[in-house]
């Protein structure tokens, strides 16, 4: 059974606060991707990787930093984190042959 | 640049109707592949389908069946004779490409599709 775990569901910040959102994929995937979902916005890419320590840009990667050390890990890091950042966090995998599979989301609260 | 539009942002039947989730795409690659995701109130994303470009094949799992149209740049959704447990935000996305390292997933905004007993 394919699996993609984030280390967190629900976590709140203060402002300014570093925070370190992680996702696990236990599939041997060589890609790996966040997103952050509003509402009425649907999913945005912020950084995906395709190898480890590779890394690019999604659409909104403004305020967030990643890291890819290892196959399986894929971290989400936010320097100083800001109001604006409040958000579910979706964390997925996938590889050539198999596709996107997510995990069961972070929801984010910066207060 | 690669868009996904899903231009209904909220639809509500009865139980038993039949529904259809509308999907309209954009991309210049000729190798691409579409998909649906269901996000029930749980709030994990459930993968139903991958079609890739080159496979026009209308497809059916049991409720389920997508048409995909590339004249017209489609991939819509129906489920015949909704039940409740059909209740969900469901996404279309779109991949430039078989997972290569340039590939990323593009999602539609969601259609949030309730189902009335």
């Known amino acids: 059974d394919v699996k993609v775990t984030q280390s967190s569901r629900y976590l709140v910040k203060r402002t300014g606060e570093k925070v370190f959102l992680e996702c696990v994929q236990d599939?041997?995937?060589?890609?790996m991707f966040w997103y952050r979902q509003d509402p009425g916005l649907g999913l945005r890419l912020i950084y995906f990787?395709?190898?480890?320590?590779?890394?690019e840009k999604g659409d909104i990667p403004e305020g967030y930093s990643v890291s890819r050390e290892k196959k399986e890990r894929f971290s989400l890091i936010l320097e100083s984190a800001s109001t604006n950042q409040t958000s579910m966090y979706l964390c997925?995998?996938?590889?050539?042959?198999?596709?996107?599979?997510f995990g069961p989301g972070t929801r984010l609260t910066v207060l | 640049a690669q868009k996904v539009t899903q231009a209904q942002t909220e639809i509500s039947v009865v139980e038993k109707e039949d529904v259809t989730l509308d999907c309209v795409y954009e991309?210049?690659?000729?190798?691409?592949?579409l998909f649906w995701y269901k996000q029930p109130p749980s709030g994990e994303l459930v993968f139903l389908i991958r079609?890739?470009?080159?496979?026009?094949q209308n497809e059916i799992s049991g409720r389920y069946s997508w048409n995909f149209q590339k004249s017209t740049s489609s991939f819509n959704f129906t489920i015949t004779a909704s039940q409740v447990v059909d209740s969900a935000v469901y996404f279309c996305?779109?991949?430039?490409?078989?997972?290569?390292?340039?590939?990323?997933?593009?999602f539609g905004s969601g259609t949030r599709l309730s189902i009335r007993p």
């Open positions: 997925a995998s996938s590889s050539k042959t198999s596709p996107g599979y």
């Open positions: 599939m041997d995937h060589e890609n």
């Open positions: 990787s395709y190898d480890v320590k590779m890394k």
């Open positions: 991309t210049r690659d000729t190798t691409y592949y």
């Open positions: 079609r890739n470009s080159f496979d026009e």
């Open positions: 996305a779109l991949s430039d490409g078989p997972y290569s390292s340039a590939s990323k997933i593009i």
